[in-house]
């Protein structure tokens, strides 16, 4: 199944339960615009070189449309495709204001100088700017961008259309970004925890996390949740993985990483495979890197009650099936993670106002948000006995059916 056909796997399952009717189901499944354009630029020795760029418009019933742009050697239409779905669902899950998108280059920025990456950035927006803007679709950092790249952006739209801080989120602080908005995916992922925790009878104090994936999401994540007495007892990124029973020092780890660029070799603990991971003997699964690593295999063998997804799908299909049937709870990611484009939301609102929020007030919001949405899914899967990512479905194709109905078609 490619990401594409995963994301409407999920979409047509709660459709057909909502009986939303074929026509509206088409309506709802089908992207209202598909970029795919030609970002041409001379390196530094001379060469000219042309790379694919994509930006898939899913869904504008509900506002503007939101979503990351990848850099990527494996971004391609189709999984650029599934993502933008799945941002029309996410923003709707946390009933932001917002449709939803998402866009990327098929490059390996690693192989490019920071000069070409720039020139490779403004020519993407020159491509772009027509269809983006504050009003229209505002992307935000995914894979390999970062707050520098989203400067760029932003720098090359205003000279189209004048001083505009609110085409792009996640910009440095320095330049109209927002107080908390780099911790917010791993904060979320903390304000959910601690929900689904309660509900069946623990508290993130004394429970053990596993977290696929130390890079902004997972890092974010293992040291919250340390910081709440969660017992994180395996960790990987790209490089291999680190466990100990007794649950590893985080601060300590952060250190290693810092020092070294990789949990790898932390000697806190007992070297692993990155694999190992996933079936660590844990309460809480937080795979937090790739999409489609839990398959149907590695699902029959995960170890944990919860599974508390931080990457965007990754659980297949067929992996959700054999949690459904092992009763392992799965907090899907258009609810998981929603955290970081709740922040990006609160960082166009403040440049919109041009005012600038207290972190202790993005926090408190961004708790308000993803407690809300999850008594809602809550609720959904109590009254109508559906798995969590079936109700969020559920509650996200109501809210952006309505809106559609109600804007007229
Ligand atoms: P990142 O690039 O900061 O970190 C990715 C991490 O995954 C790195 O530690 C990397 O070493 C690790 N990794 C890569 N391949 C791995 C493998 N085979 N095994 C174990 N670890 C591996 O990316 P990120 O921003 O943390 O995003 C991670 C995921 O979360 C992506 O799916 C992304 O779309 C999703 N997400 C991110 C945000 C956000 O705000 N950053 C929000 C929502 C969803």
Redesign the pocket.
């Known amino acids: 199944m490619t990401s594409a056909e995963a994301a409407n796997h999920y979409f047509k399952k709660a459709a057909r339960i909502m009986d939303v009717g074929e026509r509206i189901e088409t309506l709802l499944a089908t992207p209202l615009r598909e970029l795919k354009v030609q970002v041409s630029i001379e390196l530094d020795n001379g060469e000219i070189r042309t790379f694919s760029g994509y930006r898939i418009q899913h869904d504008n019933a509900r506002g503007p449309m939101k979503g ?1 742009l ?1 850099f990527h050697p494996e971004v391609d239409g189709d999984e650029t495709l599934g ?1 933008a779905s799945l941002m029309t669902w ?1 923003t709707a899950v946390v009933n932001l204001p917002y449709g939803g998108a998402k866009g990327g280059i098929q490059v390996d920025p690693g192989k490019l100088s920071l000069k070409e990456l720039e020139r490779l950035t403004r020519k993407f927006v020159d491509q772009l700017h027509d269809v983006i803007g504050p009003t229209r679709d505002i992307p ?5 961008t970062n707050p520098q790249v989203m400067a760029w952006i932003m720098d090359q739209y205003s000279k189209y259309h004048g001083h505009s801080p609110a085409v792009v989120t ?1 910009k440095p602080l320095e330049l109209y970004g927002s107080r908390g ?1 780099e911790a ?2 791993g904060r979320g992922l903390l304000f959910v925890a601690r929900e689904i925790l309660r509900d069946v009878g623990m508290g993130v104090k004394g429970t053990r996390f596993a977290i ?8 974010h994540a293992a040291r919250l949740l340390a910081e709440d007495g969660g017992v994180v007892v395996a960790v ?6 680190i466990q100990s029973a007794r649950g590893l020092d985080v601060p300590a780890l952060f250190e290693h990483v810092r020092r070294s660029g ?2 790898k070799g932390f000697p806190g603990g007992t070297p692993c495979r ?2 190992d ?1 996933l079936v660590a003997d844990c309460d809480v699964l937080v795979p ?4 489609g ?1 839990i398959t149907r295999q590695v699902a029959a063998d995960v170890r944990a009650r919860i599974v508390l997804e ?5 659980c297949t299909p067929e992996a959700d099936e054999v949690f459904e049937k092992k009763g392992v709870l799965v907090v899907p ?1 258009i609810l998981a ?5 709740t922040v ?1 939301y609160f960082e166009w609102v403040q440049n919109l106002q041009h005012v600038t929020w207290e972190e202790e007030r993005v926090n408190g919001e961004l708790e308000r948000v993803m407690k809300e949405a999850y008594e809602k899914v809550g609720q959904i899967s109590r009254s109508r006995k559906l798995p969590l990512r079936t109700s969020a479905y559920v509650l996200a194709i109501g809210r952006v059916g309505k809106a559609t109905v109600l804007r007229g078609i």
């Open positions: 990351g990848r993502l996410k935000a950092p995914d894979m390999n996640g908005r917010a995916t696929q994936g130390f890079g902004n999401v997972g890092s990987s990124d790209v490089h291999g993985g990789s949990v990155g694999e991971v937090a890197a790739l999409g690593v931080g990457a965007n799908a990754p990611d993670n929603a955290g970081g484009v990006s």
